[in-house]
C-alpha cells in the first residue's frame, strides 16, 4: 500500500512540475518587456554583413549596394529572399519575458554552446551585434536566447529558428538559370529522340522544329516560367569530378532559354537518389534539381501544338466562307446607314445578327483532341471548308468525316487534327438555321 502511495505522490508532484513549467513558459511579458527590442535602433536595411553559425556551418554574408553575396565558406550570390527575413527578423527581435537575468549555467537553455550563432554589422557602425539562440521550451512556444554582451537570458518567438537556422546551401541563390523571364523569345528542348524548337513574335508562340505550326501560349510559357524558376535542390559533392561521373557528357536532355541574342542552357544528367545531376553550362557548378523539372518541360509535340483550330473570334472576323458539297455560304460584316455593326449575306441581304454571332461562338471554339502526322484521307472529300477573314489575317480549315470520327487540316500546318464530332454538328446546326 505504502509503495502505491509513493507512486501516486510522485504523479502528482510530476504533473504540477509540468503544469508549472507550463504556467511559466506561457505567462505574459511583462509591461517593461512586451515591446523591448534588442536591436530598435537598426533598420533591415541598413545591415550590411551577417554571420550565422548554426550545426558547426559558418556562413558570413556580405551586401554591395542592393545585392548579397556568401564570402565564406565559399563565395556565391546570396538568395536575395532569405537575407530578406534575416535582417528583418533581427531589425524586429523582441524580447517575450527575461527567464534569469544572471544564469549560473548556460547549458541547460542550450546557449553553451549555442545552437545558432547570429552576428551582423549596420552600416556606419563598427561594432559588432551577436544575438544566440538555444533550446526551445518545453512547451515548444519560444527559444531561449540571450545577448553576447549581456548575461541576462530571455525568450524569443520560436518560429525565428526557420528564419535563422540556415546552412550555407539555404542561404545561396539557387536558381539554377540567369534569364531575364520577360524578355524569352526562343526555347528550345532535346532529350533523347525528342527535339523542339520554338520562337515567339509578338504575343505569339510558333513551333519551328520539328515541324513549322502555331504554338499553345499556355504551354510553351509554363515550360519557359518551370525552367526559369527552377531551384537546386542541393550540390553534386565532388565539384571537379568529370562529366561522366554525373552523366553530363551524354546528357539526358537540355534546355534552352533564348533572350534576343542571349541564351540560357541547362544540362541534365543521370538520376540518382530521386534527384537530377545538372549544370548550368555556362558555369562550372555541378547541382542536383528535381526529376519533375524534366518531366514538366520534356513533352510530346502535340502538348505544344495550339488545339483551339481557328484563330479568329465572333468579334474580330469581318468575313466568314462556308464551302459544302460545292456550294458557298458568305457573310460580310459591314455597317448601316445608323453606324450599325450588320452582318449580310452574299446577295447583301441582312441576316440574322443573334444566329451569326451563335455561328462564329461555335466555329471558333472548334478545338482538336489529338494531332496527327500525315494528312487523314478523309480530308480529300471533305465535308466543310471553313475560311474566315479577320484584323489580323485569314483561317482556312478543311473538316473530314471517317465513321464517327472528324478530323481537320489547315494549309499552313502539316498533318491533321481530330477532334470531337458533336461541336462540329453542332456548328452545322446553326449553319443551316441561318438558309
Known amino acids: 500500500m505504502g509503495r502505491f502511495v509513493s507512486t501516486g505522490a510522485l504523479v502528482l508532484v510530476l504533473a504540477g512540475l509540468v503544469g508549472y513549467i507550463y504556467y511559466l513558459d506561457r505567462q505574459p511579458a511583462d509591461a517593461d518587456t512586451a515591446k523591448e527590442k534588442p ?7 541598413d545591415i550590411e554583413e551577417v554571420q550565422i553559425t548554426a550545426s558547426d556551418d559558418a556562413t558570413r554574408v556580405k551586401k554591395s549596394g542592393t545585392a ?20 528583418g527578423s533581427l531589425a524586429s527581435l523582441e524580447v517575450g519575458r527575461v527567464v534569469d537575468e544572471k544564469p549560473a549555467d548556460l547549458k541547460g537553455f542550450g546557449l553553451e554552446p549555442a545552437r545558432i550563432d547570429v552576428r551582423f554589422k549596420v552600416k556606419g557602425q563598427a561594432a559588432e551585434h551577436r544575438v544566440l539562440l538555444g533550446d526551445k521550451t518545453a512547451t515548444g512556444g519560444d527559444l531561449y536566447a540571450k545577448l553576447a554582451d549581456s548575461p541576462r537570458v530571455f525568450l524569443v518567438a ?12 539555404a542561404l ?38 520539328p515541324i513549322a505550326a502555331r ?10 516560367e518551370r525552367l526559369s524558376s527552377a531551384q537546386m535542390q542541393g550540390l553534386a559533392e565532388d565539384q571537379n569530378a568529370p562529366p561522366k561521373q554525373y552523366g553530363l557528357d551524354a546528357p539526358t536532355a537540355t534546355m534552352t532559354i533564348k533572350t534576343g541574342s542571349s541564351s540560357a542552357t541547362l544540362i541534365l544528367g543521370k538520376t540518382e537518389n530521386a534527384v537530377v545531376f545538372a549544370k548550368d553550362a555556362s558555369r562550372p557548378l555541378l547541382f542536383t534539381v528535381a526529376p519533375t523539372l524534366r518531366t514538366d518541360v520534356v513533352k510530346d509535340l502535340g502538348e505544344f501544338r495550339r488545339k483551339d483550330l ?40 441582312t441576316a440574322d445578327s443573334t444566329k451569326i454571332e451563335d455561328l462564329l461562338a461555335k466555329v471558333s471554339g472548334l478545338r482538336a483532341s489529338s494531332f496527327e502526322t500525315a494528312a487523314h484521307a478523309s480530308l480529300k472529300s471533305p465535308v466543310l471548308t471553313v475560311t474566315a477573314t479577320f ?39 446553326a449553319l443551316d438555321a441561318l438558309k
Open 39 to 45: 536591436f530598435a535602433a537598426v533598420k533591415a536595411d
Open 68 to 87: 548579397w553575396s556568401i564570402v565564406e565558406p565559399v563565395q556565391a550570390e546570396a538568395d536575395a529572399s532569405e537575407l530578406s527575413s534575416i535582417t
Open 158 to 169: 520560436a518560429h525565428l529558428e526557420s528564419s535563422f537556422n540556415k546552412s550555407t546551401f
Open 172 to 209: 545561396r541563390d539557387k536558381a539554377i538559370l540567369k534569364v531575364d523571364r520577360q524578355k524569352a523569345d526562343g526555347l528550345e528542348v532535346t532529350a533523347g529522340a525528342t527535339q523542339l524548337a520554338f520562337t515567339k513574335s509578338g504575343e505569339s508562340w510558333a513551333i519551328v522544329k
Open 215 to 224: 504554338a499553345d501560349y499556355a504551354a510553351v510559357e509554363s515550360a519557359i
Open 310 to 349: 481557328f484563330d479568329f473570334r465572333s468579334f474580330t472576323a469581318t468575313r466568314v466562307e462556308f464551302t459544302r458539297g460545292g456550294a458557298t455560304q458568305a457573310f460580310d460584316r459591314s455597317k448601316d446607314k445608323d453606324g450599325k455593326e450588320v452582318w449580310k449575306d452574299a446577295a447583301g441581304k
Open 391 to 429: 484584323d489580323k489575317g485569314k483561317d482556312v480549315v478543311t473538316f473530314g468525316r471517317a465513321g464517327m470520327d472528324v478530323y481537320a487540316s489547315r494549309p499552313d500546318e502539316p498533318g491533321s487534327a481530330k477532334l470531337e464530332a458533336a461541336p462540329l454538328d453542332d456548328a452545322v446546326k
